[in-house]
């Protein structure tokens, strides 16, 4: 089971309608610049060659990040929806925090206990 496009899916289905301020707001908080989409490559990369990512999650951020860094949809690959942009900047935060030794953000995503 790919635990990226898992967690997307799961987001949508607990976004409310009247959610859409909140959204845009989320939106706003996701751009990336230049060095933070080079970093998230970098670590999903890192991440599937020691086997944290399974070969589809590693694509899935990949395909959301897209090949290189673009000003359009926030640094994102054009078809990166909202969601997606969430579940990635909290995987990478799980990530680099497992590398420094403390995740701030509770338990791991795809755990089963989040």
Known sequence: MNRVIYAEKAM????K?????LLESLGRAAQLTSEEHFDFQSEQARAHASGLLDLDEANAVYRALGPQFSYSNGGWAKETTIFMKIVVHALMAELFGAR????PFGP????GTG
């Not at 949508?12 to 976004?15: D, E």
């Not at 791991?108 to 755990?111: C, V």
């Open 12 to 15: 949508k289905g607990r976004m």
């Open 17 to 21: 309608d009247d959610s859409v301020s």
């Open 108 to 111: 791991r995503m795809g755990d």
């Open 100 to 103: 420094i030794g403390a995740n």
